[in-house]
């Protein structure tokens, strides 16, 4: 069955470090791939998404994507964390079906 | 502007209760679905909507039923079946089936008294 895997749980990082969320996924076709982030009570909001072309991807928010078929993955970056950056961030994947697939998510603190 | 309003917020049922989750879209869009969000699972597809009066299970539809009378609504009833229905119900929307970026509504938590 397709899958997703979001490994890392929990991250903590200093505020103004590097930041890298893990995103793998189950082997097939390229599926169409996105990330969301969801605040404390809140819905999810869309980060970025690849479909197709230039495998690193902009989002909102200064959040980038690398797309790596080698690798089925689909890693969540940032330079330069900011306190607001805290919150639970969820990868999702697409195989031109009417459904997303989502990972578990992983909770970012970040600390002053 | 835009969006998906999902009400009430908060809401509680008494044990043996049907409950109805409120679902309403203004972006025009064909594709509704709903999940339900518990804890370190992450997102879990209870039904999804393609298209007005037509409507299909997702992976977990057990004691749970919809309807899409209208384009812009779909309610989620949670029926007296579901045996453990405390969680975080989000509702979605979509331009068109098929892996569009889905629109998420703020949710609604639903507990049990």
């Known amino acids: 069955a397709q899958s997703v895997t979001q490994p890392d749980i929990h991250i903590t990082v200093s505020e103004g470090a590097s930041l890298e969320l893990r995103c793998n996924y189950s082997?097939?076709?390229?599926?169409?791939l996105f990330w969301y982030v969801q605040s404390p009570g809140q819905g999810l909001q869309l980060l970025l998404k690849?479909?197709?072309?230039?495998?690193l991807v902009q989002g909102i928010k200064g959040f980038e994507a690398e797309f790596k078929r080698s690798q089925s993955s689909f890693n969540l970056r940032k330079p330069s964390v900011h306190w607001s950056d805290a919150a639970e961030y969820f990868c999702?994947?697409?195989?031109?079906?009417?459904?997303?697939?989502f990972g578990t998510g992983t909770r970012l603190q970040v600390f002053p | 502007d835009g969006g998906i309003t999902q009400s009430p917020k908060y809401l509680f049922r008494k044990e043996g209760q049907n409950v109805t989750l409120s679902c309403e879209q203004n972006?025009?869009?064909?594709?509704m679905y709903w999940y339900r969000q518990d804890p370190g699972q992450g997102l879990r597809l209870i039904y999804y909507?393609?298209?007005?009066?037509?409507?299909q299970k997702g992976d977990i539809a057990e004691g749970y039923s919809v309807s899409r009378e209208k384009k812009e609504s779909f309610p989620l009833t949670v029926t007296s079946a579901q045996k453990n229905p405390t969680a975080f119900y989000l509702c979605?929307?979509?331009?068109?089936?098929?892996?569009?970026?889905?629109?998420f509504g703020d949710g609604t938590r639903l507990s049990i008294l």
């Open positions: 082997y097939g076709a390229t599926p169409y």
């Open positions: 979605a929307s979509s331009i068109e089936p098929r892996d569009q970026p889905q629109h």
């Open positions: 999702a994947v697409g195989y031109n079906t009417d459904k997303l697939i």
């Open positions: 909507s393609q298209i007005v009066n037509d409507f």
């Open positions: 690849y479909f197709s072309g230039d495998t």
């Open positions: 972006l025009n869009h064909d594709a």
